[in-house]
């Protein structure tokens, strides 16, 4: 079964979850106002997007939209 991570990884690249999400220069994150919490939220997103496959996220959009 293909994961919703390969195919977005395939259209996209790499998830990086080290680089900044709001597009600042890298503080060196010890700095960071945010602290690690976009370092976790990334890697919990990518862990969702590998665990979840193509058949999941169909199932569950054909739900959400009733059909």
Same mark, same amino acid.
């Given at each position: 079964? $293909?994961?919703?991570? &390969?195919?977005? &990884? !395939?259209?996209?690249?790499?998830? =990086? ?6 597009? $600042?220069? !890298? /503080? %060196?994150?010890?700095? /960071?106002?945010? %602290? =690690?919490?976009? /370092?976790?939220? %990334?890697?919990?997103?990518? =862990?969702?997007?590998?665990?979840? !496959?193509?058949? =999941?996220?169909?199932?569950? $959009?054909?739900?959400?939209? %009733? $059909?």
């Amino acid at each position: 079964e $293909v994961s919703v991570k &390969e195919v977005y &990884e !395939t259209v996209e690249g790499p998830i =990086d979850v080290t680089s900044c999400a709001m597009q $600042v220069p !890298t /503080c %060196g994150w010890a700095s /960071c106002a945010l %602290g =690690d919490l976009l /370092c976790r939220i %990334g890697r919990e997103l990518s =862990d969702g997007f590998e665990k979840t !496959t193509i058949a =999941d996220f169909s199932r569950s $959009v054909g739900k959400s939209i %009733g $059909v």
